[in-house]
C-alpha cells in the first residue's frame, strides 16, 4: 500500500480535524400513553472537535440515579464499525453506521426519563487517550388532567364488543355501541373513546330500556406501571396480588414486600405466616410472604433495594438478581453485587435458607436461631441483619444491620422492596 493510500485510510476512519460531537434527544420531554417514540442519536458532524484527532469509539450511555454515574448501553467501534450492545433493549430499535449511533424506544415511560451521554474516546496529537462527552436530558411531564393520569392504565381486551349485562328476570335484546365525545381532543379520541361501551338492554315485557357505559381496562402486570403524585399506593395487579407500591425513589416501580415503621404488628411469628403473609397496609407495617415473594421473582429478574433509617439518618442498600426460592427450597436467598451507604449486612446470608420459631433451617445446630435472635430471616448462626427482630430492643434480638447498628441498637424505620431490573423492562 503506497503512502497515499495509507493517508487515506488514516483520514476516512479517524481523523476528526472538521468534525463535532453532537447528541439530539427527539422528544426531549415524555407524556406517558402520548409520546408514540422517543430517539437519541450520537453523531459526529462537520464542525471541530478539539484535542481529538483521532476516534476509537463512540458511546451511548445513560445515567442511574442509584448507582450515581452513567450506565453504557451502545459502543460503536470506529475502525471496525463492531456494534456493541451492553443492555438488552426491549421495544427498541437500533441503527449505525459511519460514525453515528441511534436508537429508538418505542412507547416510552417515565423510567426512559434520564439523562443520556455520548462519549467519543480517541487520542490526541501527541498520542495520550483522551475522550469528550456531550449530554441531553429527557424530562418527564405527568398529563395536564387527571382523567388522562386516571386512564393510563385503560386496555382494550378481547372482550371489548361484548355486553355482559345479565338480568334473569328480563327478556331482552341487546345492543353494543361505542361512546362519541362530540369536539374532543385527539387525546380523547386515540386514548378514552376505544375503551368505552355502552350496552342497551330492552326489556320487552315492561316497554323500557336500561342503558350501562362502561370504560373498559386491565389491572397493572407491575408497579413500573404505576404514576401517582403520592409515595406509596395500594393497588391490586393482574395477577390478583394486593400490593403497596413504591413510585418515588429512583423513578418508582418498586413492590414493599416487608414495612416497619413504629412497631405496631408483631414480626415475631411462625413459618405459615411468612409463608402466607400478615400485616396491615393501612397501618404501614406488614410482611407480603415468602409465597408471593417467591411467585414474583421466579418469573423475572428483581433487584432488591433496603431502605433503613438509624440515628434519624437515612440509609440503603441495594443488590441485584435478587431471588426467593420455593418452600420446597426453603425460601431460600439468592443476591449479588452489593451498593448503597448502609454497609453490607445481607451478602452474609446469601443462599441462606429462611428459619422461623417452630421451623429450623438455620446452620446453628445448637440452637434455633429464629428463637435466640427473636426473628424470622434467612440465619447463619446467627446473623449480620435481622430486620424482622424486635421492635426497638438493644440486643442481638432487635432489627439489627450489623454495619450500622452492629448487635446492641435496632434501625427506626425499614422498607424491603423488589423491582424488575431495568434492562427486562427497557421500552
Given amino acids: 500500500m503506497t503512502l497515499l493510500q495509507h493517508f487515506l485510510l488514516f483520514v476516512s ?53 442509584t448507582l450515581k454515574e452513567f450506565l453504557d448501553l451502545i459502543t460503536l467501534e470506529a475502525k471496525t464499525f463492531n456494534l456493541s450492545q451492553l443492555v438488552q433493549l426491549h421495544h427498541a430499535q437500533i441503527s449505525f453506521g459511519n460514525l453515528y449511533i441511534s436508537l429508538t424506544l418505542h412507547n416510552p415511560t417515565q423510567f426512559d426519563a ?11 496529537t501527541n498520542a495520550a487517550n483522551s475522550s469528550i462527552v456531550a449530554k441531553k436530558e429527557v424530562e418527564y411531564r405527568t398529563n395536564m388532567t387527571a382523567l388522562i393520569e386516571e386512564i393510563r392504565r385503560l386496555k382494550i381486551v378481547e372482550q371489548n364488543d361484548q355486553c355482559t349485562l345479565e338480568n334473569k328476570d328480563l327478556t331482552a335484546s341487546h345492543q353494543r355501541t361505542k361512546l362519541h365525545f362530540v369536539g374532543s381532543s385527539k387525546v380523547i379520541k386515540e386514548l378514552i373513546e376505544p375503551l368505552t361501551l355502552t350496552c342497551s338492554l330492552q326489556d320487552l315485557d315492561r316497554n323500557s330500556t336500561v342503558q350501562f357505559m362502561y370504560i373498559l381496562h386491565v389491572p397493572p402486570v407491575s408497579c413500573r406501571e404505576i404514576i401517582s403524585t403520592h409515595n406509596r399506593v395500594i393497588v391490586k395487579l393482574i395477577s390478583g396480588l394486593k400490593v403497596m407500591c ?46 408471593n415473594i417467591f411467585s414474583l421473582t421466579s418469573t ?68 434455633n436461631c429464629a428463637r435466640s435472635s427473636s426473628g424470622a430471616w434467612w440465619y447463619t448462626g446467627c446473623h449480620y441483619s435481622n430486620l424482622n427482630g424486635r421492635w426497638g430492643s438493644t440486643s442481638h434480638q432487635g432489627m439489627n444491620w450489623f454495619h450500622l447498628t452492629r448487635n446492641s441498637n435496632s434501625v427506626s424505620f425499614t422498607e424491603m422492596k423488589i423491582r424488575e431490573r431495568e434492562q427486562n423492562y427497557f421500552h
Fill in 13 to 65: 476512519l479517524f481523523v476528526l480535524s472538521s468534525s463535532e460531537l453532537i447528541i439530539d434527544v427527539q422528544p426531549n420531554v415524555l407524556s406517558a400513553e402520548i409520546t408514540a417514540q422517543l430517539v437519541i442519536n450520537c453523531s459526529i458532524t462537520n464542525n471541530q472537535v478539539q484535542h481529538l484527532d483521532v476516534i476509537r469509539s463512540l458511546t451511548l450511555s445513560r445515567y442511574n440515579e
Fill in 300 to 367: 423475572e429478574q428483581y433487584d432488591l433495594r433496603i431502605d433503613l433509617e438509624f440515628n434519624n439518618t437515612k440509609y440503603f442498600a441495594q443488590y441485584e438478581n435478587f431471588k426467593v426460592l420455593s418452600e420446597t427450597e426453603k425460601y431460600k436467598l439468592q443476591i449479588r453485587n452489593y451498593s448503597g451507604n448502609a454497609g453490607d449486612s445481607l451478602s452474609h446470608h446469601n443462599n441462606l435458607f429462611f428459619t422461623t420459631f417452630d421451623t429450623d433451617n438455620d446452620l446453628d445446630s445448637r440452637d
Fill in 246 to 291: 413504591e413510585t418515588k425513589t429512583d423513578g418508582g416501580g418498586w413492590i414493599i414486600f416487608q414495612r416497619r415503621i413504629n412497631g405496631s404488628v408483631d414480626f415475631y411469628r411462625g413459618w405459615k405466616e411468612y409463608r402466607d403473609g400478615f400485616g396491615d397496609y393501612n397501618i404501614g407495617e406488614f410482611y407480603l410472604g415468602n409465597e
Fill in 114 to 124: 434520564k439523562v443520556y451521554r455520548c462519549k467519543v474516546e480517541g487520542d490526541k
